[in-house]
């Protein structure tokens, strides 16, 4: 079936360094790719998302590109503050069911 | 309005008590959703609810029942809880359902629920 596999966290990076979060996915047809945030006590909010094939998703200074050659949608930011602490998670919508399925999710902090 | 709401924000019940927790959307989204989060974990689906009517019920104990009044708002009635159904109760909606979805979907900011 349909799967998400992220990089384990926790990433503990310091202010204005550069951050790399790895997803790749396995699925039948074309899915839709998302990253999702979640920030300490709150919902998900959706961050960015690519809908085909080299797509590039951007939001806030983070980007993803849809790689179909590798399946992976890997998010990038090139310098993270500390409000950027948070818990990251992929997620890709199937093809044929739109069921969201997500990654483990990947905790995030920024130190000063 | 771009917002899925839900209350209340926190909830303490006891296992020998009767809550609901309600969510509301005004986007005109045609399915609504309910999931179970435990902390550092990814959402885990429960129900879904398609254009009003219960289209996925993920084996979900009888403790939790969900209801879809109206294409606006979604409840989950908790009855007779366990201590480990503690946990972020989040709802969400889409535009789509049954197939590949563009959009993703909205969350609202979830209910954290204890259960003493």
């Known amino acids: 079936g349909d799967s998400v596999t992220q990089m384990e966290g926790p990433v503990t990076l310091s202010e204005e360094a550069f951050l790399t979060i790895n997803c790749t996915y396995t699925a039948t047809g074309y899915p839709s790719l998302f990253w999702y945030v979640q920030y300490p006590g709150e919902g998900l909010q959706l961050l960015l998302k690519a809908t085909k094939a080299d797509d590039k998703g951007s939001n806030k200074g983070f980007e993803a590109t849809y790689r179909k050659e590798t399946t992976s949608f890997h998010l990038e930011k090139g310098s993270v503050q500390v409000s950027d602490s948070a818990v990251y998670f992929c997620a890709l919508s199937a093809s044929n069911t739109g069921k969201l399925i997500f990654g483990q999710g990947t905790t995030l902090q920024v130190k000063p | 309005d771009t917002e899925v709401t839900q209350t209340p924000k926190h909830l303490v019940m006891g296992m020998t008590n009767k809550k609901s927790l309600k969510c509301e959307q005004h986007m005109g989204h045609r399915a609504m959703y309910w999931y179970k989060q435990k902390a550092k974990k990814p959402p885990e689906l429960m129900f879904v609810y398609s254009y009003e009517k219960l289209s996925i019920n993920e084996s979900v104990p009888s403790r939790f029942s969900p209801e879809c009044p109206n294409s606006s708002l979604l409840n989950l009635h908790l009855h007779a809880l366990q201590p480990e159904d503690s946990a972020l109760y989040l709802c969400?909606?889409?535009?789509?359902?049954?197939?590949?979805?563009?959009?993703?979907?909205?969350f609202g900011s979830g209910t954290r629920l204890t259960v003493v």
């Open positions: 969400a909606s889409s535009r789509l359902v049954g197939r590949k979805n563009n959009y993703g979907y909205t």
